[in-house]
């Protein structure tokens, strides 16, 4: 892919290709809901509606550029092949696509891609696909996947940077503006490389203009957010991986330019805060949330003023979640509440220290979650990893000031990134 060359060319989707697009897509796409949650509409005192596209079959919106990109192709391409990089759901939205189309894909997928994604890929795929795991993140993954589409001549679909899978991403705000039960003030929508932000903010800015459209990515990948500080696409140097779906080093060219033009506010959301709207989202309205698809509704909180009493629609992309990081999801959520903190706490090395830690230090509600100690003979207090969690977030001054006064305090972990990546 010639980036200069992108970058030149400012391209602005047109309501006309977004419509052949939903004609395009119409026979596997499936016309998600624009579904009132009385959960945050109630919280926020607005009237707030979520885009269910964790409904689609194959649980995110990244079917419709996919196979809107795919289905373009003139046969000759389509004979010899796509290939494609992902951190997990554009790759199932390509597999599947390829799996209708009866063409062979090659679908490059980081190793931490979360392995619920890798089998639905493969499920989506059948034969008709092969699943390569490359590097750490999508960036890693993009440039050996673009090698070996150039030696193998396979057409790469880019999962952002792309005029027809912006132009099929943009569907949904087509279906957003026929849904709607009137005019809408606000939508909130993810950004990762900005493919569906770039195509729902051009199709709001020409059919309704005095919607503003908010961009919502992980506060520890804002490339984004970086990029329209600097006036520039720039890629960052590392990311926090947590958000997979929008773990993205360095957004498109096209995206960056259709979001400089038409977004109203970037906005970056800390991934504790994700976390808890994930816990949130299933414990209250029993619906599964991957981290990139709860973003939108994680940015309420930080509009609630503004969005007092206005229509506001979100859009919860995707439910590709791995039941095997709930446990994770739940102690950044706790971390991110101020309920779950670690210590290195130096107990006397005698008997009844650990006894007079719990009755003397702990409070009634705090409960201790995480203890590793060793006990060493010559050493006058012995340092042990201590997590503590707590039933009200004011507790832990109060805490933190009682392990002083019985000299049990060491070292507090949670502002410690060098020890505490080892905790989490």
């Known amino acids: 892919m010639d980036d200069l060359a992108t970058a030149n060319n400012i391209y602005r989707p047109e309501i006309g290709a977004v419509k052949e697009a939903a004609k395009r897509i119409s026979k596997v796409s499936v016309l998600t809901p624009l579904a009132v949650s009385f959960t945050y509409s109630r919280k926020f005192n607005a009237d707030i509606s979520l885009k269910r596209e964790d409904l689609q079959q194959v649980r995110s919106y990244k079917i419709r550029g996919a196979f809107n990109k795919i289905s373009s192709l003139p046969k000759e391409q389509l004979d010899k092949g796509v290939i494609c990089a992902s951190a997990g759901n554009h790759a199932q939205g390509v597999a599947f696509a390829c799996n209708q189309m009866q063409t062979k894909g090659v679908i490059y997928m980081p190793v931490t891609t979360p392995r619920q994604k890798v089998e639905q890929t493969q499920m989506f795929g059948g034969d008709w696909v092969k699943v390569v795991l490359k590097g750490d993140t999508f960036d890693d993954s993009y440039k050996e996947a673009v090698i070996y589409g150039r030696e193998n001549s396979l057409v790469f679909i880019h999962p952002f940077d792309d005029e ?97 033009e038409n977004l109203h506010r970037m906005v970056t959301v800390p991934e504790g805060k994700i976390c808890q709207t994930i816990l949130d989202l299933y414990n209250q309205d029993a619906i599964v949330a991957e981290p990139a698809g709860a973003m939108a509704l994680s940015a309420l909180d930080f509009f609630a003023e503004e969005i007092a009493g206005k229509n506001v629609v979100c859009i919860l992309s995707g439910g590709n979640n791995d039941i095997t990081r709930t446990a994770e999801i739940k102690e950044r959520a706790l971390l991110y509440s101020g309920l779950k903190h670690y210590f290195i706490v130096r107990f006397p090395q005698r008997a009844g220290a650990l006894k007079e830690f719990v009755a003397t230090v702990l409070g009634p509600d705090d409960d201790i979650t995480h203890f590793e100690y060793s006990k060493k003979h010559h050493r006058e207090n012995g340092p042990a990893v201590v997590g503590i969690e707590l039933n009200n977030p004011a507790d832990f001054e109060p805490l933190v000031q009682r392990m002083k006064d019985h000299n049990f305090y060491g070292q507090y972990l949670n502002n410690n990134p060098d020890l505490f990546q080892f905790l989490v």
């Open 164 to 260: 027809k899978v912006i132009e099929g991403q943009a569907t949904i705000a087509l279906e957003i503006l026929e849904q709607a039960n009137g005019p809408i003030d606000y939508v909130f929508a993810p950004l990762g490389g900005g493919g569906l932000l770039a195509g729902l903010s051009s199709v709001f800015k020409q059919l309704s203009p005095q919607t503003k459209v908010i961009g919502v990515e992980p506060e520890g990948a804002a490339s984004m957010t970086s990029s329209l500080q600097e006036g520039k696409v720039v890629e960052l140097e590392s990311i926090e991986r947590f958000v997979d779906g929008a773990a993205v080093q360095k957004v498109g060219y096209k995206n960056f330019e259709l979001c400089r």
